[in-house]
């Protein structure tokens, strides 16, 4: 064999040789994932808190902003852009009812016009009252001192049962929750927490409740051996409204209702 069929031999292994190696050893190619786009949302900028605003803050220039938000989510209660160009001015200079996280949409059931009155009865909803009761600085009557503005609380009714004590001739004394889930507007002065504080303490407590409801309260702490204590509700089970678990009747004092059937408070 000459040096010429030696060179082609040699080629012709090599080009075998690739060969084989391309269509029995290399992997097969990966295939390229196909991109679909997805459907278009149509959006509406609605205004949202740019920053974090607490509770009883005036909305002015530089605290809110406009974000594309999708249209099916936008609710009659959102501000949006497409409801007029002036809709941004018209929400400046009105008090929020509660605070606002940044990126928060601002909504219009959550801000309340600053009026010639005080801040309370700006931002205390329609047909509701404040009513303030009494607890010690310590906290030992609200839950020491871990309540704030915006929790839930039972309000608990601690007083004298006169025919109890006179049957077993010692002090006894009976507990009575009175409201259920009552939201707590303020702590002494405080509507928020400010500065961090985690704990916010003070003379008293102001609650949200209606006109009856606020009766009932009144009436229990001018009860001369009666004294109220607040219970600080969790998180879970403060949806729903306020229950009322006594009935105001005037000069005789106030009815618990326990299971549909009244009976006569401890006096």
């Given at each position: 064999?000459?040096?010429?069929?030696?060179?082609?031999?040699?080629?012709?292994?090599?080009?075998?040789?690739?060969?084989?190696?391309?269509?029995?050893?290399?992997?097969?190619?990966?295939?390229?994932?196909?991109?679909?786009?997805?459907?278009?949302?149509?959006?509406?900028?609605?205004?949202?808190?740019?920053?974090?605003?607490?509770?009883?803050?005036q909305i002015a220039d530089g605290v809110t902003a406009w974000q594309p938000w999708p249209k099916p989510a936008v609710s009659e209660f959102m501000i949006a852009k497409s409801a007029g160009p002036d809709a941004m001015a018209e929400v400046n200079g009105l008090l929020t009812r509660i605070s606002f996280l940044r990126g928060e949409p601002i909504r219009?059931?959550?801000?309340?016009?600053?009026?010639?009155?005080?801040?309370?009865?700006?931002?205390?909803?329609?047909?509701?009252?404040?009513?303030?009761?009494?607890?010690?600085?310590?906290?030992?009557?609200?839950?020491?001192?871990?309540?704030?503005?915006?929790?839930?609380?039972?309000?608990?009714?601690?007083?004298?049962?006169?025919?109890?004590?006179?049957?077993?001739?010692?002090?006894?004394?009976?507990?009575?929750?009175?409201?259920?889930?009552?939201?707590?507007?303020?702590?002494?002065?405080?509507?928020?927490?400010?500065?961090g504080k985690k704990v916010v303490t003070g003379a008293n407590a102001t609650l949200e409740l209606d006109e009856r409801q606020a009766e009932i309260v009144v009436l229990a702490q001018h009860e001369g051996n009666a004294n109220l204590h607040l219970a600080l509700r969790s998180l879970v089970d403060s949806a729903g409204p306020v229950e009322t678990n006594v009935e105001s009747s005037?000069?005789?004092?106030?009815?618990?209702?326990?299971f549909g059937s009244p009976m006569q408070a401890v006096r």
């Open positions: 064999m000459n040096r010429t069929q030696i060179i082609v031999a040699g080629v012709t292994v090599a080009a075998f040789g690739a060969a084989y190696f391309l269509f029995n050893g290399a992997p097969p190619p990966t295939p390229q994932p196909v991109v679909q786009a997805g459907p278009k949302v149509e959006t509406d900028d609605v205004l949202i808190a740019a920053q974090d605003i607490p509770v009883g803050a219009r059931d959550k801000l309340v016009k600053a009026g010639a009155g005080g801040f309370m009865s700006a931002i205390l909803p329609e047909g509701m009252r404040a009513v303030a009761i009494k607890i010690d600085n310590s906290g030992d009557s609200s839950a020491g001192g871990f309540i704030l503005p915006n929790d839930r609380v039972d309000v608990i009714r601690i007083a004298r049962d006169d025919d109890a004590t006179k049957a077993k001739g010692v002090e006894v004394d009976r507990a009575q929750t009175i409201l259920s889930n009552v939201r707590v507007l303020a702590i002494g002065q405080n509507v928020q927490e400010e500065n005037g000069a005789k004092g106030l009815t618990v209702v326990r």
